[in-house]
């Protein structure tokens, strides 16, 4: 299981030893949110802050784009250090040129779906696509509860994924802890961002490392 701390939940004002904590934990990935206040209901950060912190890890980061109409910063991300960049489905009028665009600027391509966004929206785009995000709230913010649905869907786009010989991953952002962590790896997710669960938790590394032999 590929574990993706969101340093949503993190504190802020000591970012850097937040960071350095995830270098010496089992965590595969870095998430990022970046919210604009349009696409979702808050606004959380941008640039300078995935530059920051990228320079203080070689951590893949796992960046989720809450933003409308994002065609015009891609290459901006690819700079400032992502290595996957997902955008929602509901926020791209252009999603195929969205998504060739992001793997054009040599990042793997990821498309996120909204608790309520049908499976099935992502058929005719299996090839362009990397990884499929199920968010498991309803994006904007974190410390939200688990939609148990979300365990379905996986389910759902697992089959999908066989059917169509695709090899996309799947990965499960929102009110992820160790109560729906094994049911979301049996029903197929190869990915989970845990942001709440890991930052308040007394020993963040150890249920990074819980999470990941979940
Ligand atoms: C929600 C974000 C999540 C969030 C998850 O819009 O996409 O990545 O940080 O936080 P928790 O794990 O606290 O639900
Ligand atoms: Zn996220």
Not at 14 to 21: A, F, G, T, W
Not at 98 to 114: F, V
Not at 143 to 149: D, E, S, V, W
Request: net charge negative.
């Amino acid at each position: 299981m590929i574990i993706s701390p969101s340093l949503l939940a993190c504190d802020f004002g000591n970012i850097q030893k937040e960071v350095e904590m995830l270098n010496q934990s089992e965590a595969d990935w870095i998430h990022i949110d970046v919210m604009d206040g349009v696409f979702v209901p808050n606004i959380s950060f941008g640039f300078p802050v995935l530059e920051a912190v990228r320079k203080h890890t070689s951590k893949v980061l796992d960046v989720h784009l809450m933003v409308q109409d994002c065609s015009p910063y891609i290459e901006a991300f690819k700079k400032a250090g992502a290595d996957w960049l997902t955008v929602h489905y509901e926020a791209c009028t252009h999603l195929h040129r969205t998504l060739t665009q992001i793997r054009d600027c040599g990042m793997k391509a990821g498309i996120a779906l909204n608790p309520h966004t049908p499976i099935s929206v992502i058929l005719p785009l299996v090839s362009e696509v990397d990884l499929v995000l199920i968010m498991s709230v309803n994006p904007g913010f974190g410390g939200q509860k688990f939609i148990p649905n979300a365990i379905n869907r996986v389910q759902e786009l697992a089959q999908l994924r066989e059917k169509t010989n695709a090899s996309f991953l799947i990965e499960v952002d929102g009110g992820v802890t160790m109560d729906n962590a094994q049911a979301l790896k049996s029903a197929g997710a190869d990915a989970l961002v845990a942001g709440s669960f890991v930052f308040h938790s007394p020993q963040p590394s150890t249920t990074i490392t819980a999470l990941k032999n979940c």
